[in-house]
Structures are given as structure tokens and as C-alpha cells.
């Protein structure tokens, strides 16, 4: 009978001991996305974002999803969400932004991205926000695969403008 390789998957909030394997994940996610510097995030940027997530004060949460099966992959980082809360002016209460989801690309499909949004969504509900929303490239099938599972898909078109 063949080993069993798919991943058991506890999602937790992050930890500073994270950093090492974390990293790696996002250099590849913000890759994904089309940064292509060397880091493809500037030093300073990953510094001040990796720091805000353990701010006291800061709106900034970060989730991991770790592999908990048994053999040479427990313990590693399969995936990470960041996400922040703010006012609106639809709502009385607070709404979540999921800003960054990523799995590895090994790990994808084993129900780690489904895990960390329903985490975020229960941090969200926890907090009492009034929803939770994301955005994503029209072109990443793979992600919207799911999203199109686990949410709705808004007919809002989304412009960014420099400063």
C-alpha cells in the first residue's frame, strides 16, 4: 500500500520561530504576483511587515497553515494569510480584508488554502466584522477555483493608481 503523503493541516496564528520558513513563501508569492526584484520585496518592506504582524496596536494578523502528519514534512510551513480589519462606511461594524493568501505550490490542493480563509473568516467573525473580502488576478485559475467554492465573486473592477 502507498504512503499516505497528503498533509494533516492545523492552521494557527504566526510565530516569530516562523520567520525562516516564511520567508521563502512569501518571496515566492509576491513572484507570483509579478515582483521580480532581487528579493523580489525590498528588505525594509518584508522587515516592517514581519514585525507588525507581533505590533501590539497594528491591524496587521498573520496565519499559517502547518503540515501536523506524521514523517519528514511535520512542522513545515505550507501556506500563510495576512489580514487587517477597517471601518467603512457601509457598515457600522468593522470588515476584514484577507490582503495574502499563498500555499506552497507542493501543498496546493490538500485543503490548506480553504483552511486559512475559513481562519481568517472565524477571526473575522470573532471580531465581529460584517464581512470578508479578498482580491485576486483575473488570470489565477487555481485560486479562484476555490474562491468561486467559498465565497461570491463581486462584480466590482478594481483600479490602482501609484502614489
Same mark, same amino acid.
Given at each position: 500500500?502507498?504512503?499516505?503523503?497528503?498533509?494533516?493541516?492545523?492552521?494557527?496564528?504566526?510565530?516569530? $520561530?516562523?520567520?525562516?520558513?516564511?520567508?521563502? /513563501?512569501?518571496? #515566492?508569492?509576491?513572484?507570483?504576483?509579478?515582483?521580480?526584484? @532581487?528579493?523580489?520585496? @525590498?528588505?525594509?518592506?518584508?522587515?516592517?511587515?514581519?514585525?507588525?504582524?507581533?505590533?501590539?496596536?497594528?491591524?496587521?494578523?498573520?496565519?499559517?497553515?502547518?503540515?501536523?502528519?506524521?514523517?519528514?514534512?511535520?512542522?513545515?510551513?505550507?501556506?500563510?494569510?495576512?489580514? /487587517?480589519?477597517?471601518?467603512?462606511?457601509?457598515?457600522?461594524?468593522?470588515?476584514?480584508?484577507? $490582503?495574502?493568501?499563498?500555499? #506552497?505550490?507542493?501543498?496546493?490542493?490538500?485543503?490548506?488554502?480553504?483552511? /486559512?480563509?475559513? #481562519?481568517?473568516?472565524?477571526?473575522?467573525?470573532?471580531?465581529?466584522?460584517?464581512?470578508?473580502?479578498?482580491?485576486?488576478?483575473?488570470?489565477?485559475?487555481?485560486?479562484?477555483?476555490?474562491?468561486?467554492?467559498?465565497?461570491?465573486?463581486?462584480?466590482?473592477?478594481?483600479?490602482?493608481?501609484?502614489?
Amino acid at each position: 500500500m502507498p504512503a499516505d503523503t497528503s498533509a494533516r493541516i492545523a492552521v494557527r496564528a504566526v510565530r516569530r $520561530e516562523d520567520h525562516d520558513q516564511w520567508l521563502p /513563501l512569501w518571496h #515566492a508569492y509576491n513572484i507570483f504576483y509579478g515582483r521580480r526584484g @532581487e528579493p523580489p520585496v @525590498e528588505p525594509a518592506v518584508t522587515a516592517a511587515t514581519w514585525d507588525r504582524f507581533f505590533a501590539d496596536g497594528e491591524p496587521l494578523w498573520a496565519l499559517v497553515a502547518e503540515d501536523t502528519g506524521a514523517g519528514s514534512g511535520k512542522g513545515r510551513l505550507l501556506g500563510f494569510t495576512h489580514y /487587517l480589519f477597517h471601518l467603512g462606511t457601509n457598515h457600522v461594524a468593522p470588515v476584514c480584508y484577507l $490582503e495574502d493568501l499563498f500555499t #506552497a505550490e507542493a501543498a496546493r490542493g490538500r485543503g490548506a488554502g480553504r483552511a /486559512l480563509i475559513e #481562519a481568517v473568516a472565524e477571526a473575522a467573525r470573532a471580531a465581529g466584522a460584517a464581512r470578508l473580502y479578498w482580491l485576486t488576478q483575473e488570470h489565477n485559475a487555481t485560486a479562484r477555483r476555490l474562491y468561486d467554492a467559498v465565497a461570491v465573486k463581486s462584480d466590482f473592477i478594481v483600479y490602482d493608481k501609484a502614489l
